[in-house]
Nanobody, 120 residues
Framework: QVQLVESGGGLVQAGDSLRLSCAAS???????????MGWFRQTPGNEREFVAR????????YYADSVKGRFTISRDNAKNTVYLQMNSLKPEDTAVYYC??????????WGQGTQVTVSS
């Protein structure tokens, strides 16, 4: 069973940077590289929204318009970890951030989330 654990969230000021990590366990023999990975975020009372995704090899990335140019998703398959580098943070980036993994079309595996709070 694949488990995802996010870390790196916290309280920062507008304009600061944070790097989130998502470590996968329950994968072996290089199988983490079979999973496309994504980051999502959610604020109270709102639906979870897409932030960024990365292909199994790391060669293809895609971002929500709201974070394009400020956030960078990357992965290290040797470490079974995916990252989200967040620069120039804004108060509207405040949310719980989740990582997720999928083999086929839908995301089957989700982490528990990490809180990011950006003060103005």
């Amino acid at each position: 069973q694949v488990q995802l654990v996010e870390s790196g969230g916290g309280l920062v000021q507008a304009g600061d940077s944070l790097r989130l990590s998502c470590a996968a366990s329950g994968v072996s023999g290089g199988t983490f590289s079979r999973y496309a990975m994504g980051w999502f975020r959610q604020t109270p009372g709102n639906e979870r929204e897409f932030v960024a995704r990365i292909s199994w090899s790391g060669g293809i990335t895609y971002y929500a318009d709201s974070v394009k140019g400020r956030f960078t998703i990357s992965r290290d398959n040797a470490k079974n970890t995916v990252y989200l580098q967040m620069n120039s943070l804004k108060p509207e980036d405040t949310a719980v951030y989740y990582c997720a993994g999928r083999v086929l079309a839908s995301y089957d595996y989700w982490g528990q989330g990490t809180q990011v709070t950006v003060s103005s």
